[in-house]
């Protein structure tokens, strides 16, 4: 029991590092346009950017865990992160600060893919939602730590200097995994490899859709949030920090949604009041309202469906079909979270305007919502083998 939950604080901890990396760019935004000379359409590239590789990656990503095996192919995923800090850090020239985050993102790909599977593995049948939300809040505190923590180092250190520190992180992150994870007994004689048909297909991809347009909603804040802010005549610090703010609360419903899913079975209405509350607050932060209460409602209230989110796929997919299921349900998530950062980037520039941004984020949560109903519809057919211990 104490070990499982120790190597869920293990993947914790490496997928934080990779939040704090993605997070990097967006949280010192207004230097790096200033130092490349770029502007808010160039900043919506580079955001989704990090996640382009999971288009080509996250199917095959499953195959390569089971090839190679999942440690192994996490760590050389840290190693891309570590090579694509590197890069960005001694980048002088836009390009090569491009193909840095580009490697980056590979690395953070794979470790997407087959960290996920490695909580499976860990907590099958077994508090999962609770296990999921957990896992899933990494990403905020990675966020949040980047947004608080990067543009005062900055201010001293330059753009440059931030992602030498970045560029630490990852290496340090590197360096444990491999001495300190572990896969539990019987990992190896897991299912044959096989895919997903029929309306179990249909329900992995809505779900990876349900994932993907929350996620960009979440971008529209995090990515844009401290533009937005500068725009009206708040300091760089003063932005992240209070963009930072709906991270740290969401850190505070991520585990509680589910905890909630976990011990009364709705799920469902779980992800519908986390959504139905993120897009009103979104909505109320878009027209100006923009203050510390509305910030931690916002958090906490969007945090809420990340756990029942993520466990998805799971409520569908047999053991013989996880990974590629897993592998198909991230490739959709990935390019959503490509291609909807750089089109809102350049549309907010044309309006002249990043609040643009926020109203994008309203349509995104309301896309979730109808890709919830599609999963919904889908799943209602499928049948699951009971979990273990149960009749």
Known sequence: MSARWGILALLFGMRAVMAFQFQAVAALSP???????????????????????????????GALGQRFGDKEVVTAGLGLMVLGGVMMALGQGWALHLAGRLVAGAGGVLLNVLM??????????????????????????????????????AAGAGYGGAMWLVAGVTAAAFILFPLAYRAPEGVAAAARR?????????????????WGFYNTAFAMVFGFGPAVLSEQGWSLAEAGAATSLVLWAMALGVP????????????????????????????????????????????????LPAGPVMALPGRILAPATAATGMGIFFAVYYVLMLAVPWAVGEAAERAGTARLAFDAGV??????????????RAARTVRMPEPEGQT
């Open 31 to 61: 230097l790096m346009m200033d130092h490349f000379a770029v502007g808010l359409a160039e900043t919506g590239l580079i955001l989704g950017l990090y996640l382009a590789p999971g288009m080509i990656v996250a199917l095959p990503g």
């Open 116 to 153: 996920t599977k490695m909580v499976v593995d860990w907590f099958r049948d077994r508090e999962i939602s609770t296990a999921m939300a957990i896992f899933v809040n990494s990403w905020p505190v990675g966020i949040a730590l980047a947004l608080v923590t990067l543009p005062p180092f």
């Open 194 to 210: 096989a895919w997903p048909a029929g309306r179990v297909m249909t329900a992995v991809i809505a779900a990876g859709a349900v």
């Open 256 to 303: 509680l949604g589910g905890l909630i899913a976990d011990r009364t079975g709705q799920a469902g209405a779980v992800m519908l009041a986390g959504f139905l509350g993120f897009a009103v607050t979104l909505w109320l932060a878009g027209t100006g309202a923009a203050g510390a209460p509305l910030f931690a409602a916002m958090g906490f209230l969007a945090g």
């Open 363 to 376: 349509l995104m949560l309301v896309l979730t919502l109808l890709s919830f109903l599609v999963y919904g």
